[in-house]
């Protein structure tokens, strides 16, 4: 049994309520370790730590500060089959995906934000007129909260922290209490990297009391979330009164819209990965597959056929494509969806239907899953379902196809498989989401601005709008 600390002043030390839950293996349904439960008094602790950190940590030189952010980078590149198979055991990934994105993801985290704090920079404004000339300072804010979902544990995790450090501030970050496991393992990271003490704080926990008492925390002078949209929308409202800052990164229900005229093998193998990729469990995975008419029938044949193919199977297998879901009740949920789309008259073009490899029959795995539906309007298509389901449906005209695509709560992103260069920059200028791929899926460049509109967010992260967030722009006037 593993037991998960809480990670405070650089000292691993179990909650104070001794309290605990129970981690599951997804793989195989069995509890395989024990997390703290932590209150507000652990939190407390966290934060004291964090504030007193905070006078030195926020005066080092970014020099200093970039090198550690490197060595904590090299030692998770140097620690990558270690943190690949924690990831795979404790989510349910493929071990292969852990090893290829999430790990070296979190490595790239932390390497890129000690470089870009060394490139950031702020204006000047000289007023002429009045002999005077302005400059604008960005300081660190102080403790902030850091607040992270499942999907991609340390991924996501380490997205928030390194640039929180970075720009100098000090952190009190959780992770989801289902997958706390990678998130733990850096606490260890950070010591031998020189971190610190108190600079970064780890505490484990469920959300509605161990993040809870992070987002009301009335010292905790912003929070950086990545989560649903309804924890998204109860965190705006407890974090408004007490004027904190918020980047608030949420779900979404992302189109992919596929003209004939686009390359077609690029974009139907693109497209199983898009669909599938972790278990469908992407903020980013296209879960609305749009597809012109006159390549529609075709389309389901050839794609079909390509899901159908994709190997369903415990995540620390080679050859597994699709691993475990993360939850039971994660894994009900997206059952009872599959049901939804039948009693909505969607027609289940294939899988549907639970699996159970041999030896991992408490596992909780699914098939991928392509429903057809001809309304817009269903559940299906309007409710984030975040596993191995995707929708098909056909359109006529590009103004349908934008309009199908535009008309969901959720903003986030959206794929486009098209040739014309036209069609392209309209459906650029159009589309409702935070981000547009062009004939592409999943390219990720760490400088870009990322983040969601309408329902899927509030704020960007990634490149320099992180470093935004996390200072405040102090604006000093100097009349000569
Ligand atoms: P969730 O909202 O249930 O939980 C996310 C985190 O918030 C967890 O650490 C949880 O413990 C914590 N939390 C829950 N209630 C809280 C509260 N009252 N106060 C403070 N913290 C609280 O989300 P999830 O199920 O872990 O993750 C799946 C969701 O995340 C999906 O909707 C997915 O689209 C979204 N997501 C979005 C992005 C993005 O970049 N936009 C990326 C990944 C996942």
Not at 227 to 245: D, E, L, Q, V, Y
Not at 342 to 355: D, H, P, S
């Amino acid at each position: 049994m593993l037991t998960i600390q809480n990670f405070i002043n650089g000292d691993f030390v179990d909650p104070i309520s001794d309290e605990w839950i129970d981690n599951y293996c997804p793989a195989n349904g069995f509890v395989y370790g024990k997390i703290p439960d932590s209150n507000k008094n652990d939190v407390q602790n966290a934060y004291l730590a964090a504030s007193k950190a905070f006078s030195t940590w926020s005066k080092t030189t970014l020099e200093e500060r970039s090198n550690i952010l490197l060595k904590i980078s090299e030692l998770l590149e140097a620690n990558l089959e270690h943190f690949a198979k924690a990831e795979s055991k404790d989510n349910g990934k493929p071990v292969k995906l852990a090893a290829s994105i999430d790990i070296p993801r979190a490595a790239s985290n932390f390497r890129f934000f000690a470089h870009a704090i060394t490139q950031f920079s702020s204006e000047s404004h000289d007023s002429i007129g009045f002999n005077a000339t302005n400059y604008t300072l960005r300081q660190p804010l102080g403790v902030v909260g850091c607040i992270s979902p499942w999907n991609l544990p340390l991924y996501l995790f380490t997205w928030k922290i390194a640039p929180a450090i970075a720009a100098g501030n000090c952190v009190v970050a959780k992770p989801s209490e289902i997958t706390p496991v990678t998130a733990y393992l850096l606490g260890d990271i950070c010591n031998a990297a020189g971190l610190p003490k108190g600079v970064l704080n780890i505490i484990h926990g469920k959300g509605e009391s161990t993040g809870q008492a992070i987002i009301e925390h009335p010292e905790i002078k912003a929070i950086s979330f990545t989560g649903g949209t309804s924890t998204g929308a109860h965190i705006a409202r407890t974090a408004a009164p007490m004027f904190k800052k918020l980047s608030l990164e949420l779900g979404g229900k992302n189109p992919n819209i596929i003209f004939a005229d686009c390359d077609y093998d690029d974009m139907l193998n693109t497209t199983v990965r898009s669909s599938f990729s972790n278990q469908g469990q992407i903020c980013l995975c296209g879960s609305r597959i749009y597809v012109e008419a006159k390549i529609y029938e075709q389309f389901k044949t050839d794609f079909i056929a390509k899901v159908k193919a994709l190997k369903v199977g415990p995540p620390n297998l080679d050859d597994t494509d699709i691993g475990a879901l993360v939850s039971k009740p994660h894994m009900e949920k997206v059952l009872q969806y599959i049901n939804i789309a039948k009693q909505e008259n969607g027609t289940v073009l294939c899988g549907g239907n639970q699996v159970k490899p041999e030896n991992h029959e408490q596992g909780y795995y699914l098939e991928p899953t392509v429903i057809e539906v001809s309304s817009n309007l269903c559940r299906v298509n309007q409710e984030e379902i975040f596993g191995p389901v995707v929708t098909v449906m056909s359109f006529e005209t590009e103004t349908e196809a934008l309009q199908l695509a535009n008309a969901v709560k959720y903003g986030l992103s959206a794929t486009l498989w098209t040739n014309n260069l036209k069609r392209c920059m309209r459906f650029s200028q159009e589309l409702q989401t935070g981000i547009v791929w062009v004939n592409t899926w999943m390219i990720r460049d760490l400088r870009t601005p990322f983040g969601g509109a309408k329902a899927s967010g509030v704020g960007r992260e990634g490149g320099f709008e992180a470093l935004r967030f996390f200072t405040e722009p102090k604006n000093v006037c100097i009349k000569y």
